[in-house]
């Protein structure tokens, strides 16, 4: 019998963890793209998630939210009663709306090296809300940060 490693896309993926987050359980998954960098570094970086009632969820948060069958894991940007608009770290435009009900579930650690971090942590939300306030700066930031990192 082969090793056969079959890739599923995150789509499908997530319509089976949501049955689990529905029955309270945590899932990790590993971090796919370059929307949340710094944060989060594609391929490298996993988030452990779990289901959480929409009326708890916070601005700056990271959630995953669902359109269709599509789903995005990214930062909640602003919050109101019935709806939320997301930023990803490592751009420069929301995305949304999303209706309270495509709330799929919100990040409660992030993976990196076999080292667990909270999303609660002080330093965490410290960064978290320094990013956010820098927004306007980004695209500077992240042109000058690669070209001193490929010299």
Same mark, same amino acid.
């Given at each position: 019998?082969?090793?056969? $490693?079959?890739? $599923? ?6 319509? &089976? ?8 359980? &945590? ?7 370059? %929307?949340?960098? *710094? ?33 995005? !894991? ?22 949304? *709306?999303?209706?309270?009900?495509? !709330? ?25 809300? !320094?990013?956010?306030?820098?927004? *306007?700066?980004?695209?500077?930031? &992240?042109? %000058? ?7």
């Amino acid at each position: 019998m082969d090793n056969y $490693i079959k890739r $599923i896309p995150p789509s499908q993926i997530f319509e &089976f963890a949501e049955d689990m987050l529905a029955d309270g359980q &945590f899932i990790i998954i590993t971090v796919v793209g370059n %929307s949340m960098y *710094p944060f989060l570094r594609n391929k490298a970086d996993s988030v452990e998630l779990y289901r959480e009632d929409y009326e708890n969820i916070r601005v700056n948060d990271i959630v995953v939210g669902r359109i269709g069958k599509k789903y995005v !894991l990214h930062r909640v940007y602003k919050k109101y009663d019935d709806k939320f608009i997301m930023l990803g770290d490592g751009n420069f435009r929301t995305d949304g *709306p999303y209706l309270k009900e495509d !709330l799929v579930c919100k990040a409660s650690a992030i993976y990196r090296k076999d080292k667990r971090i909270s999303c609660k942590s002080l330093s965490f939300r410290f960064l978290s809300v !320094l990013w956010k306030i820098l927004k *306007p700066f980004r695209a500077k930031i &992240f042109k %000058s940060y690669f070209k001193i990192r490929h010299k």
